[in-house]
């Protein structure tokens, strides 16, 4: 079997009293994503936070090709190759638009904003001097999206991505993660509600339910009543 | 009519955010304002409620000239105004959230010497009925899940009893289920109010709306049915794409 690029082994996180994430483990393949899927308050958000490093771990491992960052900075895990779209946009107000995505830059030694982020984005082109706080709620989810993806990461943590954005940017950016992901070879671990978007760009799914994993299943099997079922009860 | 807005617009930065709009809602009405984003929905919310104020035209809320307004006196005249993020007090429980947003007998003695009346107990029943968090009343905000905290912010506004209450995206972040649960309630609140609601959820606008405007760089690109909208030329090209 090849080394994963992401391996999650046993991991449980807490919120103070809560036990929120308990005894998860996955792995993504190279090339691969995956969707978490399930309602509020099932701890995705709080997956992805312990994923990134701003919630600590409380047991159990994560290795990013095979280098365990379970107790690494956020920066040091964005250096290593994560790159992650908070729920919430959480971009710079006081930045430009042009600063904010040079910020995504820092790890980077060619701080360059690549064309493909302002094609796949027109608008942000178009804004790149005006100040992120200026922009509408679905312009900086855009900027959210465009700042984690210019620094090419190998994966992509994305939650809840298509928040506040309207029907055919959401539509423009399924097809080009999906491109970028031919022509980059990164993985995606997505958090989601429209399902249609997920179906889009997912290749396997995993519900989330209580902080455990409930279902499991890839694209080609996978049954959206059920998926459905798990998200409407 | 309760609400007519007649060549609205709004700039900043040197950009018209609403450029010379025209809107008007009917009483009773329940209406779903869709846009691509950038278009100036927010901004004509904000121009509305007193939060912005705009270089040019006439916002006319019954007998009222909103644009003369400050804040607070549109939220006295009966406009309440739910922003894109859900702002509760964390701390507080449910029910506590809900008192604080009764109106009546505000002044700096009638809250020091604060008392729960019947009509008050009565008010809260309700409101927290409609929002479906009556079993949730002892809960702080803060431990609510993301869309019960988006329903309470809708009760406190109802604890206001507005004539005219925006939205601004309502089910952003709720789940399907949440969403359905949401198009449902919205129903009954709306009822004997005037609603105006800003969404990109096409299958939730389905749901709700008689009635939907598409703002497109600030002006009205189209008003119609639901159907006659999603079969629009022009609102396939800037908005829902294909």
Not at chain 1, 153 to 168: F, M, Y
Request: with cysteine; glycine share 8%.
């Amino acid at each position: 079997m090849t080394e994963p690029v992401l391996a999650v082994e046993g991991l449980n996180v807490y919120y103070g009293e809560s036990h929120v994430v308990r005894d998860v483990s996955f792995r993504l393949e190279e090339h691969e994503t995956i969707a978490v899927m399930g309602r509020n308050g099932m701890g995705k958000t709080t997956l992805f936070k312990a994923l990134i490093g701003l919630l600590p771990v409380g047991s159990g491992r994560i290795l990013l090709r095979g280098r365990d960052i379970t107790r690494a900075k956020s920066y040091e895990r964005v250096a290593a190759g994560l790159g992650y779209v908070p729920q919430g946009r959480m971009v710079f107000p006081y930045l430009s638009v042009e600063e904010n995505l040079l910020a995504g830059l820092e790890t980077v030694t060619d701080r360059m904003v690549p064309d493909y982020v302002y094609d796949t984005f027109p608008v942000l082109r178009e804004m790149r001097k005006r100040l992120a706080g200026n922009l509408s709620g679905g312009q900086q989810q855009q900027l959210a999206i465009a700042r984690a993806l210019v620094a090419r990461p190998a994966v992509l943590l994305l939650d809840e991505p298509t928040e506040g954005i309207q029907p055919s940017i959401i539509k423009e950016i399924a097809r080009t993660l999906n491109t970028l992901r031919a022509a980059h070879g990164f993985a995606m671990v997505l958090s989601e509600q429209v399902l249609s978007f997920a179906l889009e760009i997912a290749d396997r799914f995993l519900i989330l339910d209580k902080g455990e994993f409930a279902y499991e299943g890839l694209k080609a099997e996978v049954d959206t009543a059920k998926i459905h079922a798990h998200l409407t009860v | 009519m309760i609400l007519a807005v007649q060549d609205l617009t709004v700039s900043f930065d040197g950009f018209r955010a609403v450029d010379g709009l025209a809107l008007s809602v009917e009483e009773d009405e329940l209406r779903c304002v869709i846009g691509p984003n950038g278009a100036g929905k927010t901004t004509l919310l904000d121009a509305i409620c007193g939060k912005t104020r705009p270089s040019h035209g006439s916002i006319r809320f019954k007998e009222h000239e909103l644009t003369d307004m400050i804040e607070y006196e549109v939220t006295r005249v009966g406009v309440g105004r739910k922003f894109q993020t859900p702002s509760t007090y964390e701390d507080l429980t449910v029910l506590e959230n809900l008192e604080i947003s009764y109106p009546k007998n505000r002044g700096v003695m009638s809250s020091l010497f604060f008392a729960r009346d019947a009509t008050l107990r009565d008010k809260v029943d309700e409101v927290a009925r409609a929002i479906h968090l009556e079993e949730h009343l002892g809960v702080k905000a803060g431990s609510l899940s993301h869309g019960q905290k988006q329903w309470l912010e809708i009760g406190m506004l109802l604890m206001q009893d507005p004539e005219l209450l925006l939205l601004d995206e309502p089910v952003a972040g709720m789940s399907p289920g949440e969403r359905e649960r949401t198009a449902e309630m919205l129903k009954g609140i709306s009822a004997g109010r005037s609603t105006i609601v800003i969404e990109h959820d096409m299958a939730f606008v389905r749901m709700i709306a008689h009635t939907v405007t598409v703002m497109h760089q600030g002006k009205v690109l189209a008003e119609g049915s639901m159907d006659d909208i999603q079969l629009d030329p022009r609102v396939i090209e800037v908005y829902l794409g294909d």
